[in-house]
């Protein structure tokens, strides 16, 4: 079953708006990851949150953990055509061995110019 | 610039053939992972490895099997491939077993049996 929920599915905004996704997970993390895909292509990784973090940026990313609501968000700022891609978010869990990422189904983004 | 490298970005075969799906990693990284994505269900893993001959199943293990038989690479065995196996399949790397790395992932294998 998967750990990581992305909402919304899909995104569309204007090149320049800021872009927020969000990720829900249902058990206890080590840390949480976010990825990017562009279509066909592999995955990049993004940023990583350990669970002892509440924030984290990484030039115009900017990460959120609440691990008493087991969710994340991702805030991509003043976007750009580029950031049009799916993106997934990750988690570490604390059971089941180390380093062994579960990922959820995806948001698509769309950045339009 | 560090690479994950899949042999292949397209492949089609026919049911019952025995595939072999290769990844080789540059980065001297301990583990090693192959995950299919399919539409609606994300990413999945089928299995893993954190040593030389050593793996893990994952959460899809049927009908696959691996072989690591050296660090840099990480082989992926579909025994007979049928038409349900027809997906789009992405290696990745990590650095060690310790938490708190991030995956290098290979630009990917879409696979179609026919």
């Known amino acids: 079953s998967q750990q990581g929920e992305e909402d919304p599915q899909a995104l569309s905004i204007q090149e320049g708006e800021n872009a927020t996704m969000n990720c829900s997970y249902k058990?206890?993390?080590?840390?949480l990851q976010w990825y990017r895909q562009n279509s066909g292509r592999g995955l990049v990784h993004l940023i990583l949150?350990?669970?002892?973090?509440r924030e984290k940026h990484s030039g115009r990313l900017r990460v959120t953990l609440d691990t008493s609501k087991k969710s994340s968000s991702l805030l991509i700022t003043a976007s750009r055509a580029a950031d049009t891609a799916s993106y997934f978010c990750?988690?570490?869990?604390?059971?089941?061995?180390?380093?062994?990422?579960?990922f959820g189904t995806g948001t698509q983004l769309k950045v339009e110019l | 610039d560090v690479k994950v490298t899949q042999s292949s970005r397209y492949l089609v075969k026919r049911t019952g053939e025995k595939v072999f799906l290769e990844c080789v990693q540059d980065?001297?990284?301990?583990?090693m992972f192959w995950y299919r994505q399919d539409p609606g269900l994300g990413l999945r893993l089928i299995y893993f490895?954190?040593?030389?001959?050593?793996?893990e199943k994952g959460d899809i293990p049927e009908g696959y099997s691996v072989s690591r038989e050296k660090k840099e690479r990480f082989s992926l065995i579909l025994e007979s491939a049928s038409t349900n196996q027809t997906s789009m399949y992405l290696c990745?790397?990590?650095?060690?077993?310790?938490?708190?790395?991030?995956?290098?992932f290979g630009s990917g294998t879409r696979l179609t049996v026919v």
């Open positions: 990745a790397s990590s650095l060690s077993w310790t938490r708190d790395y991030g995956y290098t």
């Open positions: 058990t206890s993390i080590n840390n």
């Open positions: 949150i350990r669970s002892n973090e």
């Open positions: 990750a988690t570490d869990r604390l059971t089941g061995g180390g380093n062994k990422l579960t």
């Open positions: 980065m001297d990284h301990e583990n």
């Open positions: 490895s954190y040593d030389v001959k050593m793996k």
